[in-house]
């Protein structure tokens, strides 16, 4: 019988489903797109905005359809090819944007590959709204059109809002990107075979039941792990990022690095575990104004270095690490080396709001909380400096690993970055990690003093070691006038284009 509970009522359960599914394929968009553009407003914008676009452009289309057709043979064979849209997606996932990905900017390859990999699902789903709206008014010609477009929009809802914490909160951190997308797929293809049963009826289940036989053939293939090079010795899906554990060869000696998606985060020489970034070292700089630290708080844990090696030359100190992304420290333990101390502590929060809500006095307080080109821009404004500032001791220091350069004629990152740190810092240090007289791209360490002694070139910097890249500091040192200003502009809450900036500064260093 038609005139059931289930028959009245099973297009909202549709428009539940395929709310969720978008909803999903949205929160999984910025994870596809971060390895190769990273976490900026680029390709934050660029995924809602493409989104909203295919959406609109769906209920536009699929309300003018339903209108000449409403058919339910066409709302069925819509969700079905959206489903192998979504098998698209995927294709294009692992065989085009890891190619594409890098040959396009972090402006010009958001957008691009947004359209491509997004807007045809979320146009085909987009459609569904107002099909459904027609059709339920068809089955159920006694209810008004306003109940019925309402109900259709709160299940729609709700379905999306299901999608969207189900995906940050169990999807992501459970199966891979892979997986997710090809169980979307599949949902979206079953529910269209399902719904096509008239279509199905007259030549029995087989062809049917062979079609999904060999979908899911073909998604346990696509969604198959790659053959892992035996260099990576670990990966897996953090909550934030994909982690990667690589043993190669480094600087022209065998090391074992992080990666955080396509991002080179931290580096150890597997020989002697020391660090293979030199600019690490940089943290010892505390010695400029005070002999030894009682406690140092590290903002971006990474493989834990900077820790390890606060832990095992400072046998007094108390090092609290802050790290949004918590699967780190088990991996930094196992494969890292870092030692399980008491007097390393380990928390998984923002380090901003870990800041701010602390009531510790630190040190030294080191900051690394960055993705490559993603910087965090609420890490980078005066408001952030002056809250350091204010949890640091007397003679405490803050240090800052950032990138960039400052020899162009343009306002760039580093000079406003630079600027921003002078204006909470006086007594402050920049020193860059090749050659502070380059005008390309590199490393440049920040150092700020909460202290009233004058902090310049003349002390003996050679002092602080007696090899390595602190031996050679003043070759290192960027020359600034206590009075000299950089850039007009600094960063605040209100204004910190740290993105917009750091995208000419790329854009620029590749014309050259």
């Not at 994870?31 to 995924?47: D, E, K, N």
């Not at 709160?154 to 940050?168: C, D, Q, R, V």
Request: with cysteine; charged share 20%; glycine share 8%.
């Amino acid at each position: 019988m038609k005139n059931t509970f289930i028959y009245n009522n099973s297009l909202y359960g549709i428009v539940f489903i395929t709310g969720a599914c978008v909803l999903v394929i949205e929160v999984l968009a910025t994870r596809i797109l971060t390895p190769y553009f990273g976490t900026t407003i680029f390709t934050i914008s660029s995924v809602i905005g493409v989104v909203l676009a295919a959406l609109s452009a769906g209920y536009y289309i699929g309300g003018r359809i339903a209108d000449k057709a409403p058919n339910e043979k066409i709302l069925f064979n819509t969700i079905l090819i959206s489903g192998f849209s979504v098998f698209g997606l995927q294709i294009i996932n692992l065989y085009i944007l890891p190619i594409g990905g890098y040959l396009l900017s972090m402006t010009v390859g958001p957008p691009v590959f947004s359209i491509l990999l997004f807007f045809l699902p979320a146009f085909l789903l987009g459609t569904v709204s107002p099909y459904i709206v027609t059709l339920q008014h068809k089955r159920r010609s006694d209810e008004g059109v306003g109940k019925i477009s309402g109900n259709v929009f709160f299940w729609g809802t709700i379905g999306s809002l299901l999608g969207t914490f189900l995906a940050g909160f169990y999807l992501i951190p459970t199966f891979g990107i892979k997986n997710i997308i090809t169980g979307i797929a599949l949902i979206l293809i079953t529910l269209g075979l399902l719904g096509l049963n008239s279509l199905w009826a007259k030549k029995g289940k087989a062809p049917k039941l062979m079609i999904v036989l060999m979908l899911i053939i073909f998604s346990v293939w696509l969604s198959r792990e790659a053959t892992t090079p035996e260099k990576v010795i670990f990966s897996k899906d953090g909550k934030y990022d994909r982690i990667q554990i690589i043993d190669t060869e480094y600087n022209g000696s065998p090391a074992r690095i992080l990666m955080q998606d396509a991002t080179l985060e931290s580096a150890i020489y597997t020989s002697n575990r020391e660090t293979a970034f030199a600019f690490n070292n940089y943290y010892e700089l505390y010695k400029l104004v005070r002999p030894s630290i009682d406690r140092a708080l590290v903002i971006g844990g990474g493989a834990m270095t900077i820790p390890r090696l606060i832990i095992e030359n400072s046998p007094e100190t108390e090092v609290e690490v802050v790290e949004i992304e918590p699967a780190l420290f088990d991996i930094s333990h196992k494969y890292f080396n870092v030692p399980k101390d008491e007097r390393l502590h380990e928390i998984v929060e923002d380090g901003r709001r870990y800041l701010h809500s602390s009531t510790q006095e630190y040190d030294l307080i080191y900051l690394d909380a960055y993705r490559g080109w993603s910087v965090p821009a609420h890490l980078t404004t005066i408001e952030f400096l002056e809250l350091a500032k204010q949890r640091l001791s007397k003679d405490g220091v803050l240090i800052a690993n950032l990138i960039g350069n400052i020899h162009v004629s343009e306002q760039t990152y580093a000079k406003t970055q630079i600027a921003t740190w002078k204006q909470a810092f006086p007594n402050s240090l920049f020193f860059a990690a090749v050659d502070p007289d380059s005008p390309e791209l590199q490393n440049l360490a920040a150092i700020g003093f909460n202290t009233d002694q004058a902090i310049d070139s003349s002390i003996d910097l050679p002092k602080i070691k007696e090899e390595g890249v602190l031996s050679t500091l003043n070759e290192h040192l960027i020359p600034l006038k206590d009075d000299e200003v950089l850039s007009d502009v600094i960063f605040t809450d209100d204004y910190a284009p740290v993105e917009w900036l750091l995208a000419r500064d790329l854009q620029r260093s590749s014309n050259h």
